[in-house]
């Protein structure tokens, strides 16, 4: 059976971090319902998280309300998430590996958000489109 | 968030309850830290948390170091799978003793 439109899921949120945690259950709903298994869910909750808390915390510098649009669909054999927003430029694909055999004292505090991104998606693509980011994330369903 | 604070044969057992992300990490964090100023073991039970983010993560390292600082016992119990899988990805596993819950993780204080 093939679809002239695959499923998708359209979300605005305010760059707010209390966001987050309201397209949760919306996200879990979108995947529960076209059977993409709770492991999607989590890897495109979790990669959210981790992008958007970033975007959130330090894309912003007028201290204003500003809308960051996503988007996430389900065709054939992946899940796609895109996020677009107008923060400032940040390429998260030119982000460092961190060094993830440091002990306890050698640790860095943050720095993990992007890598778990990475861990958790199957491809990561960003570009740079009339003064918006715009981030594309695929993950591979397994059926 | 829901956040239960108790104490258990000697151990301040935490135990946080649904998500742990950016905007609850803090909440986490305000609730964890000080409880090494009690001078016993810490145990956090994970058993009833079913997502951390990378915020949280940063919480139980701060903890991590707190107890390393004053030679207080840290241990953690009862993860879920998605929890354990942000652990494995970001190398949290070795710098944490973790046991599958919290009977197994008070037997191990116990023994300490």
């Known amino acids: 059976m093939s679809r002239l439109h695959p499923p998708a899921l359209r979300l605005s949120i305010a760059n707010d971090l209390a966001e987050i945690g309201r397209i949760a259950p919306v996200i879990e709903e979108f995947c529960a319902e076209h059977g993409l298994g709770e492991e999607v869910a989590h890897a495109v909750n979790l990669s959210l998280d981790e992008l958007l808390t970033n975007t959130i915390s330090y894309g912003f510098e007028d201290g204003g309300q500003h809308a960051i649009d996503i988007a996430l669909e389900a065709a054939g054999d992946r899940a796609t998430v895109t996020i677009r927003d107008d923060a400032v430029a940040f390429d998260p694909t030119e982000a460092g590996d961190p060094d993830l055999d440091l002990d306890l004292d050698d640790r860095p505090i943050g720095g993990l958000g992007i890598h778990i991104v990475r861990a958790m998606m199957d491809e990561v693509r960003y570009a740079r489109i009339d003064g918006h980011n715009q981030l594309t994330l695929t993950k591979l369903i397994a059926r | ?112």
Request: hydrophobic share 45%; no cysteine; proline share 4%.
């Open chain 2, 1 to 112: 968030m829901e956040i239960h604070k108790e104490t258990i044969e000697g151990t301040m057992v935490l135990t946080p309850v649904g998500r742990v992300d950016s905007n609850s990490a803090r909440e986490v964090e305000d609730a964890l830290l000080p409880l090494f100023d009690a001078g016993q073991p810490v145990l956090v039970d994970f058993g009833q948390l079913n997502y951390i983010s990378s915020a949280g993560l940063r919480v139980l390292l701060l903890a991590a170091r707190r107890s390393k600082a004053t030679g207080l016992p840290l241990s953690l119990a009862g993860m879920s799978k998605p929890v354990d899988e942000v652990f494995k990805i970001s190398g949290f596993a070795k710098l944490f003793q973790i046991h599958a819950d919290r009977a197994e993780a008070l037997a191990a204080q116990g023994k300490a």
